[in-house]
């Protein structure tokens, strides 16, 4: 299954919140850390925010942080989340299934428990799984991050 780049954008956003647990974080040095334009990272931030993920702090000191605990945010539920209405083939969708051999077709069967194997992997694991390894991330993004002043408005 290929994920899109809003899931994408949207898992960076929340592993560099988990990353700064102690701090508000802002759009504008997400996006410079990981080199992601400002305007896709605001739509994703909105999401999170009202999927319940971030806590939005509007104002000159405002920012972005998690609104639960990394262990309690399942991969799982944040890549349905976003991929909604994302379907491997066509014929997942009984009212845009075209296919004519739909109805004895076994690799809608196949490609199905597929995609039950690959949410239920996800499943397994949370956001606090994928910011094990703090120190390292945190010093990749460090090394990323072009120098310039930070940015604190929220959106």
Known sequence: MRLTVYTDYALRVLMYAALHPD?????G???RVYGISRNH??????ELGVAGYIE???????GIRLARPAQDIGLGDVVRRT????????CFDATTNYCAISPACKLKRALQL????????????????LTQNRE???ELLQQSAPASTPDRAAS
């Open 23 to 27: 701090r508000l974080s802002t759009i």
């Open 29 to 31: 040095e997400i996006s």
């Open 41 to 46: 990272l605001m739509k994703v931030v909105y």
């Open 56 to 62: 939005t702090v509007r104002g000159q000191q405002g």
């Open 83 to 90: 991929e909604k209405g994302a379907l491997i083939v066509p």
């Open 114 to 129: 597929a995609s039950n194997a690959f949410f239920g992997v996800l499943d397994g694991f949370t956001l606090a799984d």
């Open 136 to 138: 390292i991330l945190s």
